[in-house]
């Protein structure tokens, strides 16, 4: 049966000299189109995942390439049964992803573009001249990541650069890097071709990419991501599970946030485990005046009741350093 809403995830490195004023017009086309979603905009471009019904998504892809600036944006499409957000927020910030690498330009230089169906054929002829290298976080990977990839011990992307130093033993091959949906090899891919790594390619459209176009071979667990499911199905060709429940062992491949906030560790945890611990990480946190209450799905929007997405539409400027 189709199913009613789309979720869509892109990002665009664009110049955007006009950033606060384009973020209240953007803020304002969301609004006006019943969409909810995380959207950032900052001198170098834009990054956002939304979702809502079919139509307006596609009101919404239509009014973002139909700006020059962002004509040849990609936007990764997925159905789904529900609306994947509680509230609309459109921000401001310095960077579309916290990289500390604010002086590479992707637009200059980046890794090669592999596409998902060659990226599969590789995964498929192990080549001890070939990494593939996963850039995003322990949490993001150890619920899912291709079959034979190299892992960074990150717990924040902006720890890349240095973690690059322990792989200077891998300059002679091919690094080939990937990530949820493509923005963060932009940057990692061009800062390894900074720190002279010769041959450096990235998978176009990343792990969400790969999944709808090659029905996700060898991507091991599933895939972490930044919405309410917290994680989803990439692989329909053979499927595993890769994590192990955090407070049994047990394999599971449901991923919860801890229930005290001031914890909110991502971690991987059967339904079991959820009920009996209420949600929580350790006694510790179970324990803690702040928890909040688990509602068996392990995650949490902040302030639901009564939102008015209109609310702070005008503000003052954002600082950009």
């Known amino acids: 049966m189709e199913k009613e809403y789309s979720i869509l995830l892109y990002y665009c490195y664009a110049q955007i000299d006009d950033h606060e004023a384009y973020r209240e017009e953007h803020h304002l ?47 990764k499409v997925e159905e789904s049964e529900t609306q994947a957000f509680a509230k609309l927020h459109v921000r401001v910030k310095p960077e579309i992803v916290h990289s500390s690498l604010r002086h590479i ?26 990494i593939f290298l996963d850039v995003r976080s322990n949490y993001e990977h150890s619920v899912g990541r291709f079959k034979n990839a190299m892992t960074l011990d990150i717990d924040n992307f902006r720890e890349f650069p240095e973690r690059v130093k322990e792989l200077d033993h891998l300059k002679n091959k091919k690094v080939v890097t990937y990530c949820t949906g493509g923005i963060k090899c932009e940057k990692a891919s061009a800062y390894l071709l900074d720190q002279g790594f010769e041959n450096v390619y990235q998978l176009h459209g990343g792990i969400i990419k790969y999944g709808i176009e090659t029905g996700g071979e060898d991507f091991e667990g599933k895939c972490y991501v930044f919405d309410n499911r917290i994680t989803a199905d990439v692989n329909s060709v053979n499927p595993s599970i890769v994590s192990k429940c955090h407070i049994t062992g047990v394999p599971t491949d449901r991923m919860v946030n801890c ?24 006694d510790e946190c179970r324990e803690n005046s702040a928890r909040r209450p688990y509602d068996g799905t392990g995650y949490y929007q902040k302030n639901t009741n009564h939102y008015n997405p209109r609310k702070n539409v005008k503000r003052e400027a954002a600082k950009i350093d």
């Open 29 to 75: 086309f969301c609004i006006e189109n019943n969409l909810r979603g995380r959207v950032i905009i900052s001198p170098e471009g834009l990054n956002g995942t939304v979702s809502g019904k079919k139509a307006d998504c596609e009101a919404y892809i239509a009014y973002v390439q139909s700006d020059a600036r962002f004509a040849d944006t990609e936007f």
């Open 105 to 130: 330009n992707p637009r200059e230089r980046t890794g090669t573009y592999v596409e998902p169906e060659e990226f599969k054929e590789l995964l498929k002829q192990p080549d001890e001249d070939t």
């Open 259 to 282: 229930a005290n906030p001031q914890c909110n560790a991502h971690i991987a945890m059967s339904e079991e485990a959820g009920w009996l611990m209420d949600g929580c990480c350790s």
